[in-house]
Every structure is written in C-alpha cells, then in structure tokens.
C-alpha cells in the first residue's frame, strides 16, 4: 500500500504514477520500493512450524505414564504448542526412557 505524503490517504496506480483517492497528489512510483511491498496475495502458506521452532527449548518434564506398549516409564517431557487459529494449545508429550511421542487429546 502506498500512502499520499500530503493528506495521508490510500493512493491507487495509474500506470506509472501513484494518484491520490483523496486529494487527487500525484507521484511517481518507485520500482524498487514496490517490490519491498507485502501483500498477502505475495505471501505463502508454509503449514504449522515445526514443533521445535514453536516451543523452543519451552520442555518441562512431568509424571505422565508412556502409552508405548514395551515402556513403563511414567516421566515425559511436554512442550505446548498453540492449535492453528489460536483457539488452544496442544501438550506434546515425548517419554524420557524410550522417546516415544504423542499428544494430549
């Protein structure tokens, strides 16, 4: 988006000029500046971060038995990670004798 330096409104281009919606100032656009831009039609969907950049070096451990059939620890490490949209989070849960993963539910 580009702002007017005169009455701060929003300008729209017209070939290769920026005009005014508001007070109709003119000026010319910078190719350079442009391409610095952020849109969000420019922007991408890389999914959900990896769970060690969301939560990182966040682990706690705490008693919570390990679901994994040959392992009978009951210590884990969790880390919290937040649901996409914001609503939650989600505590993943990693067992400290054998590794194995899961997930709060």
Do not use: I
Not at 33 to 60: H, I, K, L, Y
Request: with cysteine; hydrophobic share 25%; net charge negative.
């Amino acid at each position: 988006m580009q702002f007017c330096d005169e009455c701060g409104s929003l300008m729209h281009t017209e070939g290769d000029t920026w005009v005014c919606r508001s007070c109709e100032n003119e000026e010319p656009r910078d190719s350079q500046a442009e391409a610095a831009m952020t849109t969000q039609d420019g922007q991408r969907d890389d999914g959900a971060p990896a769970v060690a950049d969301a939560t990182q070096g966040s682990t706690e451990t705490m008693q919570e038995p390990c679901p994994a059939d040959d392992c009978d620890s009951d210590r884990a490490e969790y880390e919290m990670m937040p649901k996409p949209g914001g609503s939650y989070e989600v505590r993943l849960f990693t067992c400290v004798e054998c590794g194995h993963k899961w997930r709060e539910s």
